[in-house]
C-alpha cells in the first residue's frame, strides 16, 4: 500500500514514523510546501520520498490532510476532485466546517473525516515521535457519508497507530473539542500572558516557575499557525466555552475578595471531581 | 540530629523519606492530629515514631511545620513559646501573614521563614515520594529575621533536600507565588467547573480528554484544605492576577467573535515567549 501524507510537521510526521514501523505502508510519500520541513522529514525517515501533490494522489490508497485546518478546508475539495478509488482523510482538529465544504462533492464518500486525538506542544517535522497515537482516542465523524472502501482503509489506518476509535457526527466533535481540548490551550495561553506582563517589570518572577506552572502553560507553546484556524472554526462552541469558564473564574474572584472561605472550598471539592471523572473513565485507563 | 515534622502529608511526609534517605537526621519525630495520618507514616517509614507536639519540641533540633498555612499561622507563635536553643520553619505557600504573627516574638529569630516550591496534586502520607524536592527552588524570606544558628540549621536542611535556594521578603514571595503558583491552580479548578458542568448532560465528553487537557487540569485535583487558607492569606495577590487573566481571556474571546485572526495570532506568538523565558531561565535547566 502506498501512503500520502500531506503536511509534515509533528502529526504528519509521527503517522509517517508509526506506519513505517507498523510495516502499514510499502511506501510513504510525503508533500509539504516548505523546502526545510521535506527536508527534515526525509532525513529522519519520516516518509520514503517527496513528490508534488498531484502526483503523490495518483501513487497513492490512501491520502492523509495532515495541515492546518483552514488549510484543510482549502485543499480537500482540490484532493477529492483528483481520487478516484484512494480513500481520504483529515485529521483537523475541527470537523463541521471542513465538512461542510465537500459536502456535496461528487466524490464525497470516498472522504472519511477524522481526528485523532493527540499531539504534544511542539510543531514541525522535528517535533514528530514515535507512540504519539498510542491508546489515545482517535474520532471519525459522519461515518454514513463515507463509503465502506474509505472507512475501512481509515479505521485500518488509526487500528494501525494503535487508537481507540470513537464515532460521532461533526457538530458534536466540534462541541466537545472545545470543552476538553481547545478550551485548555486558551488557558494555557491567557496563562502565559498574565506571567509575561508581570515579568516585564520583574525579570526574576519566572525564577520561581514549580512544576505545577510548568504542567498548567506547557500548551502554550502551541503553534498559531494551527490554533488561529480551529478557534476561527469553531468560534461559536469556543466562545460558549470560554464565557463558561470566565464566570467561573469570576466567582473564584468574589468568594476569595469576600472572605467567603466555605464557598471557596466548596467549588473546590466540586472541582477535585473531575479527577475521579477521569480516572474513571475507561478512555484514560492506560 | 533529631527534626520534627508537625503535618505528615505530602510535603512533610516526603521531606521525612528524604532527610531518612540522606542521613540528614539520626530521628524523625512526626506530629499529626490524624490517627490514620500518624499510622500510614510509621508504616511507609516517612519519621521513626510519633509523638505529641510540646514532646517533640523538647527532643528535637529542627521542628518543621508542614501543615496548612491557617494552622500554621495558629500553631507557630505556639512553638516558638517551647524553643529554647532549637531552629523553626514551615513550608506554607504564603508569608506575609505568618511572619506578620510572630514579627515581635521574643523568640522570632529561631524562626525561618521558608517554602520548598514542590508538590503535586496528591495529598496525605500516602501521596509522598521520594525526590520532590530535589532541584526545585526553596525560598528563605526575611532571613534577617533569622539568628544565624536558625538560618544555618535551615539552609543545610534545603541543602539535604538538594534544593536551589533563594532569598527574598516575605512580600516579594506572596506577590510572586500568586503569579507562578497561586493561579496555575485557580485557572486548573476553573476548567474542571467548566467541563463538568457540560459533563452533567453529556456523560460521554471526557472520553476525548486528551493529553493537553490532563495537564491543564491536573492541579485541579489539589485539595480545598491547603489552598483555601492560602487564597485568603495572599487575597490582594490572588485578585490583581485573576483580574490580569480575566482581561486576557476577554481579549481571546473579543478577538475570536469578531473573527479577528491576526490578533489572535499575535496573542499566541506573544504566549508563545513563555517557552523561550523559562527555558533559558538557569533554574529551570535541570
Not at 70 to 97: E, M, N, W
Not at 184 to 203: G, P, Q, Y
Not at 255 to 262: L, R, V
Request: charged fraction near 20%.
Amino acid at each position: 500500500m502506498t501512503i500520502t501524507i500531506v503536511g509534515l510537521g509533528l502529526i504528519g510526521g509521527s503517522i509517517g514514523l508509526e506506519l513505517k514501523t507498523k510495516r502499514f505502508a510499502d511506501r510513504i510519500i510525503g508533500v509539504d510546501l516548505n523546502p526545510v520541513h521535506r527536508d527534515i522529514a526525509l532525513e529522519r525517515g519520516l516518509v520514503d520520498e517527496v513528490q508534488k501533490l498531484v502526483f503523490a494522489i495518483q501513487q497513492s490508497d490512501i491520502i492523509i490532510l495532515a495541515i492546518p485546518v483552514d488549510a484543510i478546508r482549502i485543499l480537500l475539495p482540490f484532493v477529492l476532485d483528483q481520487v478516484t478509488h484512494q480513500a481520504v482523510t483529515d485529521v483537523g482538529s475541527t470537523k463541521y466546517c471542513i465538512t461542510e465544504q465537500v459536502k456535496n462533492h461528487p466524490k464525497r464518500g470516498c472522504y472519511v473525516a477524522s481526528h485523532p486525538m493527540a499531539g504534544t506542544e511542539f510543531s514541525g517535522p522535528e517535533a514528530a515521535i514515535p507512540g504519539l497515537f498510542s491508546k489515545k482516542v482517535g474520532i471519525i465523524c459522519d461515518m454514513a457519508r463515507s463509503n465502506q472502501k474509505a472507512l475501512e482503509a481509515i479505521t485500518n489506518l488509526y487500528m494501525a497507530l494503535n487508537m481507540r476509535l470513537i464515532f460521532m457526527n461533526s457538530k458534536e466533535h466540534d462541541l466537545h473539542t472545545a470543552y476538553v481540548s481547545h478550551i485548555s490551550h486558551l488557558t494555557s495561553f491567557a496563562l502565559a500572558l498574565t506571567v509575561l506582563d508581570k515579568e516585564k517589570n520583574d525579570r526574576n518572577i519566572l525564577n520561581l516557575a514549580s512544576g505545577g506552572f510548568d504542567s498548567t502553560v506547557r500548551l502554550a507553546a502551541s503553534s498559531a499557525e494551527m490554533w488561529v484556524p480551529v478557534f476561527d472554526q469553531n468560534r461559536d462552541h469556543v466562545i460558549e466555552v470560554i464565557d463558561t469558564y470566565i464566570a467561573k473564574m469570576n466567582l473564584f474572584k468574589s468568594y476569595i475578595s469576600e472572605g467567603e472561605n466555605e464557598k471557596v472550598g466548596e467549588l473546590i471539592h466540586a472541582a477535585n471531581q473531575i479527577q475521579t471523572t477521569l480516572t474513571s473513565n475507561s478512555w484514560n485507563k492506560q
